[in-house]
Every structure is written in structure tokens, then in C-alpha cells.
């Protein structure tokens, strides 16, 4: 566990840390997702629908920002 965090924290970017930081990524979307639905829909269609709805289209957004800013690190690393 030690070595994954130490991979992570070096900064270093390859295709175990970019997929391990774009999971990463889409869970706290997931969660931030439900809870802006909660907060947004959650009187008018329900909580646990709007929950369910935030949580499905929240990484519709984050994934392509996610892996696009993961290609600039690794391509471009002057950003």
C-alpha cells in the first residue's frame, strides 16, 4: 500500500497511475454527483432517484476533463 501511495504522490504519470487517479476521479464524481442531485432534485423527484440521476451523469463531465488533463501531464509536462 505504501508503494501505491508513494507512486501517486511522485507525480509520475504512466497507465497504472492514470487509470488508479481517473478511478479515483469518477468515484468522488459518483459521490459529488448524488449529492447535488440530493441538493438540486431532491424535493421534486424524489431523493433517492435525483441521488441516482447525479450519480450517473456527474462522470459524463469528469472522465473526458479527467483524461485530457492526465494526456497534458504526461504529453506536455510545462503546463
Do not use: R
Not at 59 to 79: D, E, Q, R, S, T
Request: aromatic share 12%.
Amino acid at each position: 500500500m505504501t508503494d501505491i501511495l508513494t507512486i501517486l504522490a511522485s507525480g509520475d504519470v504512466n497507465l497504472f497511475t492514470g487509470l488508479l487517479w481517473l478511478l479515483i476521479a469518477t468515484v468522488f464524481s459518483v459521490i459529488g454527483g448524488a449529492i447535488g442531485g440530493i441538493l438540486l432534485a431532491g424535493e421534486e423527484l424524489g431523493y433517492e432517484f435525483a441521488a441516482t440521476i447525479g450519480g450517473l451523469f456527474a462522470p459524463a463531465g469528469v472522465i473526458p476533463a479527467m483524461l485530457l488533463g492526465l494526456f497534458l501531464l504526461n504529453f506536455c509536462p510545462k503546463f
